[in-house]
């Protein structure tokens, strides 16, 4: 198939205020890639109801986290697979479309993960640790983070967080994947600096490493992020598995790099419409 020309309802929020990034401009790269290929509406996703029934595919780009729209997104995925409506990314992930439940789900799966908890009657599930974390259950962006000591940590409400112990590491590294195909790696040299990043060979073992998260999560298609860090030892724990609008950083990619990227995102469109297609006939 491939030869009728689809259309995109692209959704993004071109003024998000994302610290270190700058959504608007891979945003416009990444449509102004698409264009020959396809007929692309711009959108921002609050604003998405009245298009979703004219166009081919849905695609959720860098549309800021959602927790600052909770119910519109709510209503946003029930009426996408209520109406079969074709989304990209699939709204069936287990990472971080549900929040940070994944990071509790895979420690006690053992998955090589920073430990998290969202009860203190499962702290034999952390190491000791003098200071822990506290994220929101449903945050993104460090949104709600504090830092808690040992002491303090039984008087605080927990409800809506999770607990993780304090984790010393070199850097922080991240593996990018469109469907489950991987495409490039990048991390950040300074970890005080987590958006000043440079491409990254992963070794055999950093691959097999992040494509545990990838099978695990069994995403039908879409664009997914393996944050991980590198502890003082050597290995690798997931921080985050992001795969609802993860943040791509292509300008931190030579050309060639971004440009294959395009290639397998366009490919992997593609693949979905016409299966799509055939699926209505």
Known sequence: MGTKEYSILYLTDFYYPAKGRKYYEEDLYIIDQLRDTFKILICHPLHSKDFESIVDI????????????????????????????????????????????????????????????????????????????????NGADSIGMKQVSHQ???????????????????YEVSFYFVDSDFQYALYAPDKEKRWVLEQYKPSREDLQFATKFIEWNALGHGIQRVDAC????????????????????????????????????????????????????
Not at 66 to 94: C, P, S, W
Not at 114 to 137: C, G, N, V
Not at 238 to 251: A, G, I, K, Q
Not at 252 to 276: C, G, M, V, Y
Request: glycine content about 4%; aromatic content about 10%.
């Open 230 to 281: 590198r502890l003082t030892d050597g290995k690798l724990l997931l921080v985050e598995l992001e795969d609802l609008n993860p943040y791509l950083s292509l300008d931190a990619l030579s050309p060639e790099a971004r440009q294959h990227f395009i290639s397998s995102f366009k490919t992997s469109l593609l693949r979905q419409l016409d299966l799509n297609v055939l699926n209505q006939k």
């Open 152 to 170: 303090d940590l039984p008087n605080l409400n927990l409800k809506g967080y999770i607990v993780q112990p304090y984790v010393d590491f070199e």
């Open 58 to 137: 849905v695609i959720f780009r860098n549309t800021g986290s959602v927790i600052y729209y909770k119910d519109y997104f709510q209503e946003f995925v029930e009426r996408i697979d209520h109406m079969n409506i074709l989304v990209y990314n699939a709204m069936t992930g287990k990472g971080d479309m549900k929040g940070k439940q994944h990071l509790l789900d895979l420690t006690k799966e053992n998955y090589p993960v920073i430990p998290s908890i969202e009860d203190l009657t499962a702290m034999e599930k952390l190491p000791a640790s003098e200071t822990y974390i506290l994220k929101l259950k």
